[in-house]
């Protein structure tokens, strides 16, 4: 059964303190590994996409790694308004869903 | 611009009541699909489509319904809506193993 981790579950960090996201995944068969932004009471927003391990992708403060286990989301001097849980989902391509979500990572940033 | 829009943000509804949640997408995409996603729980799939008229159970679809009779346009129906079904209500769309779009959510308070 595929499986998606991810860590910590809550993170509090203050404004300008670099840190990282974890996603663990056990999936047959990795066809794409997606990281979302979701603000509370509003859909998932997306991020990135990442199809192979060493594969890395940016925008603004953010940066998106994968291995061929886990991926990581690198938050780089972060504000106030990059508060909000991160989310990840794993896609094996088994049928037209094959998407696997992990419950999220809580981020805040405090001024 | 990808645009996934659902027809309402909030809802109330009485125990016993037929509800429609309905989710338009502008993007020709084939797949569609209903999430519920509840703290600690995360996204829950309940239904997915494929192709119009065409739907597929997800992990959670006791109590639920759904209708596409159009490709843009795909309906979950709630029979006869019961507290337990108090949720954010998430629609997405997605072609073929690509980024999967979501929209706005439904906040949907079963009383």
């Known amino acids: 059964e595929d499986q998606v981790t991810q860590s910590p579950e809550a993170l509090r960090l203050q404004e300008g303190e670099s840190s990282s996201l974890n996603c663990s995944y056990t999936?047959?068969?990795?066809?794409?590994l997606f990281w979302y932004r979701q603000d509370p009471g509003k859909g998932p927003e997306f991020l990135f996409t990442l199809y192979s391990a060493g594969e890395e992708k940016e925008k603004e403060r953010l940066k998106a790694t994968l291995t061929k286990k886990e991926s990581f989301l690198h938050i780089t001097a972060p504000k106030p308004e990059d508060s909000a849980t991160y989310l990840c989902a794993a896609y094996s391509g088994g049928g037209a869903d094959g998407l696997t979500f992990g419950k999220g990572t809580h981020l805040i940033i405090q001024p | 611009d990808v645009k996934v829009t659902q027809s309402s943000r909030y809802l109330v509804k009485r125990t016993g009541e037929k509800v429609f949640l309905e989710c338009v997408q502008d993007?020709?995409?084939?797949?569609m699909f209903w999430y519920r996603q509840d703290p600690g729980l995360g996204l829950r799939l309940i239904y997915f489509s494929y192709d119009v008229k065409m739907k597929e159970k997800g992990d959670i679809p006791e109590g639920y319904s759904v209708s596409r009779e159009k490709k843009e346009r795909f309906s979950l129906i709630l029979e006869s809506a019961s507290t337990n079904q108090t949720s954010m209500y998430l629609c997405?769309?997605?072609?073929?193993?690509?980024?999967?779009?979501f929209g706005p959510g439904t906040r949907l308070l079963v009383l």
């Open positions: 997405a769309t997605r072609w073929g193993g690509k980024t999967q779009y």
């Open positions: 993007m020709d995409h084939e797949n």
């Open positions: 999936v047959s068969g990795l066809r794409g």
